[in-house]
């Protein structure tokens, strides 16, 4: 999330407030349509060979193209391991069968989980080189001070979206991410109505009746990175109960189970909220997953708290072959910064409003993480006492096969790769690096090395590696990465 920007537009609207101007022409049409049937998009979250032995998971945070570059980093470092899987040698890049994205690192999950990859050299040139900032207008000027207060924001829907189709989606729509079966993409925004985040998945948008197949993967993109002022919010159109499609179960016990995990029951009290009444709530805003989980692990966290089955969100086919999971939240985030502490007197407004608003997210991030890791652990947990429960009748006709069948063998390994693995010296520079979306040659260069050093050192990564059969495809910069 751009949050020096966004400090700049709150101090110019503050100086605007008292200025009346009459709408302007903003496009904030609906991004998305109805579906005839919502059977139409049930069978879409998982393919049946979605996941094997082994599991990798990727979630890339908010920070604007620092964020987009260090993901890419990571993902650069990912494609230098080779690991041998019951599919056989594969590249860790081939592997990542789930990937979320927020804001800056939407961007970067959108295209992986389209190209793979392959997309990798092309996402380089066409994103990251690029001044993604054309697409839209960052002019603190009286003007569009003035489109804040009558519209709500500086840019709608006909700039962003459009410049990301033009030069970075060529008008994918996510039935050409869902073609491709694997890995699987959650898009978040925020729901700035519910104070939840907005995860672009079939189930949010069965309960709507809407078609999220039709959806541009630009529009989502768009969504997850609108900074507050400086975007308008997008629209996504509630249609009711005119599919067929209803709130999934868990969701409704969630939202009234005074037990609930927190985070479960406010998602479930947003959506049980337009279904019922989808005249008073026809229209959800969407303004920056930041706001809401700037590390991208709500979806999984979600999905997890589905308990009518111990292995969900893996079908039972998957969960009897799964024997490693590896997730890595990809944090592109900066440390404090600032020279207030120096000094007796207190932060001016200005300050005082971009420093609130970090340590909102910052703490809210945090815990969160603190939350998916319990969450993780408790998965773990629970898929191997449901595994254990399983006659050999059950599990051979579920693995068809009971060589090698050990009940307990599934361990499920979580990390967080940040700059601080890169080293000091690396993270005092990442620390530097605005919240933009661009970045000038020398920059992205160290952003991009900073994302593969701080995975290449990571301890968690490192680990998981070595705990199984696997082979780097190139020489190791530190000297100390995993052999043959």
């Keep these: 999330m751009n949050r020096r920007l966004w400090r700049r537009w709150l ?58 570059a260090f993901s890419y980093g990571v993902l650069n470092e990912l494609d230098r391991y080779q690991v041998t899987t019951d599919r056989g040698p594969e590249r860790m890049t081939d592997m990542v069968d789930l990937v979320s994205g927020v804001s800056g690192g939407s961007v970067t999950a959108a295209y992986f ?31 569009n001070v003035l489109k804040i207060v009558s519209d709500g924001g500086v840019n709608d829907r006909s700039k962003f979206p459009k410049w990301l189709d033009d030069n970075l989606f060529d008008g994918a729509t996510y039935a050409d991410l869902f073609a491709r079966k694997r890995p699987l993409v959650w898009i978040a925004a925020s729901d700035i109505y519910s104070r939840v985040p907005f995860v672009f998945e079939p189930i949010t948008f069965s309960s709507l009746c809407s078609d999220l197949s039709k959806v541009r993967l630009s529009e989502a993109v768009s969504s997850s990175a609108a900074v507050p002022g400086l975007f308008v919010p997008l629209n996504v159109e509630n249609f009711g109960s005119s599919c067929g499609g209803h709130v999934p179960q868990f969701y409704q016990r969630g939202a009234t189970d005074p037990t609930a995990p927190a ?24 303004l920056d997953g930041g706001l809401t989980d700037n590390f991208g692990i709500h979806s999984l966290a979600i999905a997890r708290t589905n308990r009518d089955r111990p292995y969900m969100p893996m079908t039972a086919e998957q969960a009897v072959r799964v024997k490693r999971f590896l997730f890595l939240v990809i944090d592109a985030g900066r440390g404090p910064a600032g020279n207030w502490p120096e000094h007796l007197a207190s932060p001016s407004g200005m300050e005082l409003a971009g420093i609130v608003t970090d340590v909102a997210i910052d703490s809210g991030v945090y815990k969160g993480y603190d939350y998916f890791t319990t969450i993780m652990n408790g998965w773990q947990n629970d898929l191997r006492r449901w595994r254990c429960s399983l006659s050999s009748d059950e599990v051979l006709k579920l693995r068809g096969t009971l060589d090698g069948w050990r009940c307990g063998d599934v361990v499920f390994t979580v990390g967080r790769v940040s700059s601080e693995d890169a080293g000091p010296e690396l993270r005092k520079t990442m620390d530097a690096v605005p919240t933009r979306f661009k970045l000038d040659r020398p920059t992205l260069e160290t952003v991009i090395e900073t994302g593969e050093i701080a995975l290449r050192n990571n301890a968690t990564f490192r680990k998981f590696i070595k705990g199984g059969p696997r082979r780097l495809l190139t020489a190791a910069a530190d000297g100390d990465a995993p052999t043959p």
């Design 11 to 68: 101090t110019a609207g503050a100086l605007a407030m008292a200025v009346s101007a009459c709408a302007g022409g903003v496009l904030n049409t609906p991004i998305n349509g109805p579906i005839a049937n919502v059977a139409d998009q049930e069978g879409w979250p998982l393919g049946p060979d979605q996941f094997g032995s082994t599991v990798v998971g990727v979630a890339f945070s908010g920070g604007g193209m620092r964020a987009s």
């Design 113 to 143: 989980g389209l190209r793979g990859r392959d997309g990798l050299p092309t996402f380089r040139s066409r994103f990251l080189e690029q001044d993604a900032e054309q697409g839209f207008d960052t002019d603190v000027s009286l003007g």
């Design 263 to 286: 985070t479960l029951k406010a998602s479930a009290a947003a959506l049980v909220r337009y279904r019922k009444d989808p005249e008073k709530f026809r229209y959800v805003k969407l």
